[in-house]
């Protein structure tokens, strides 16, 4: 779609040129990105710009002049009814009330493509999230991480972006031979045999029953072959199930990926060899102390890093700069975005040295650092899972709450700021819970439909929408390609929790004051409008709560 504020960019751009032809303004060079602004007070109209107060200087004038050169001099715009100088210097724009009238029908021919907008143009981009260590099941943590990168890739799809979702799974390194060694001792005391956890091992009840579900799987088939042998086999069975289990978890919230990628195949397909080459070529490679290194502080680093340990194993780092010379060079990505927990900020700095290492530009990463999740209930914190005694899993919050409300309090906040997930509130059937309140518009728009069956239909005149509620709604339904573009454009998916917030609340507002179907013959026309307008309203709502990978319920 074309948006508003970029149509007006331009505008005021050519009634600024405009002016200066005229000699209405002297000669000087017009910015690009002309701001356009929503004004704080309603009664300022729908759009501002405050490019005059910019100006005053280069243009050696009064702003006011200025804002009165550019209103005098401003190209016909269909959705315009005009232009108000205010002062100091201000330029405020008021949409006409016809056009939005007519953006009802609009709305309804667009139909899913409601929303969409061509700020990526195609730009391929991968978005790496969630990646747990593969290790146990997945927490509230993972949960935030999981409805962060699940929402951008579907708000960077609905901006115009080519985009791939991609687990990272992490099978090669010292941890997950100490959860293989793990699972083998608990797989061998199911069955009765004295086998002790190590004692960097994972001790949770989660280990236990993974062991306990290999035993009755295969009876005591790993104890009659070697030990080494065994482990292997068992680590495999349980990292399959491991990943099935987050697989499970993650669908249940509706989130799939295009590609699970395995780390133990960037050391199998030859990946970690050239990058090792293009390191040593570039001398970013030194040993001292056993172990290679790189050498970080050659380029402002604060400390160089581990590569291979002096047991000759990789080191955590190894795997990272191997992983993203494949997603750029291997793969061809043109932007990279991965999705961290707070936990991994300092590794943030080496991984853009690591970039311009390889001879890639850094600016073609970036990396999302989300805070910690607290859960609340009854204003208490809740630390360890009833059931178990440990960690609370993703599984068990969405099981008392439901995706859509784990989905919609994980996204309203932005990923940098700590958050108190309250379960009390997210299951609250009142207008508290901002899910049931969003949701509940979108059911009572269907309702609506459901006992209008018969009177709605393409006759209706929308030109009859003239109520200020109606007309309220109307603009907020079109603010949804904007919300779309800042949310893409800032990486901010959050954004859009505010929005379905604000349009419930425009509809909520409508219904109070207008009655959408009448029994009094003379309100035909009207009652056919305003069913249009609640349909229109219906697929936004609608749209909203897809980007947000939500359901919208018909009936509550």
Known sequence: MTLIDDTLQRGIAEAL????????????EIPDGIPVERPKYEEMGDYATPVCLQLARVARMAPLKIAQALAEHLPTMPFLAGAEVAPPGYVNFRLSERWLADQVDTVLKTGDRFGCVDVGHGKRVQVEFVSANPTGPLHMGSARNAVLGDTLARVLEAAGYDVQREYYVNDAGSRMRVFYETLYARYAQALGRDEQVPEDGYHGQHM??????????????????PRDKAIAAVGEWGLDRVLDEAREDLERMGITYDRWFHESTLYDDGAFERVMAILRDG???????????FDATRLGGDKDEV????DGSPGYFASDIAYHYDKFVGRGFDQVIDVWGADHQGHVPRM?????????????????I????????????????????????LREVEDEVGADAMRFFLTARSADSQMDFDLDLAKAQSDENPVYYVQYAHARICSILRYAEGLEGNDGD??????????????????LPEF??????????????????????AFHAFYRDCRVVSSDPADAEISKARLKLVAACRLVLRRVLELMGMSAPEVM
């Open 370 to 393: 989300y805070q910690l999740v607290t859960l609340k209930r009854g204003g208490e914190i809740v630390r360890l899972s009833k059931r178990t005694g440990d960690m609370i899993t």
């Open 283 to 293: 001398a970013y490679l030194s040993e001292h102390d056993g172990a290679v290194w």
């Open 17 to 28: 040129e405009r002016a200066q032809q005229e000699g209405a303004l002297p000669t000087f």
């Open 307 to 310: 590569i291979i340990r002096s």
């Open 484 to 505: 779309v573009r800042t949310a893409a454009e800032g990486l901010a998916p959050h954004y859009l929790a505010y929005y379905a917030q604000e349009l419930a609340s």
């Open 352 to 368: 853009f040295l690591m970039l311009e290492a390889l001879g890639l530009d850094p600016a073609r990463l970036t990396i999302i």
């Open 462 to 479: 929308v030109s009859l929408l003239t109520h200020p509620s109606e007309l309220v709604l109307i603009r907020q339904m079109l603010r």
């Open 208 to 225: 236990v029953a993974l062991g306990e579900s290999l035993a009755e799987e295969v009876g005591d088939r790993y104890l009659s072959i």
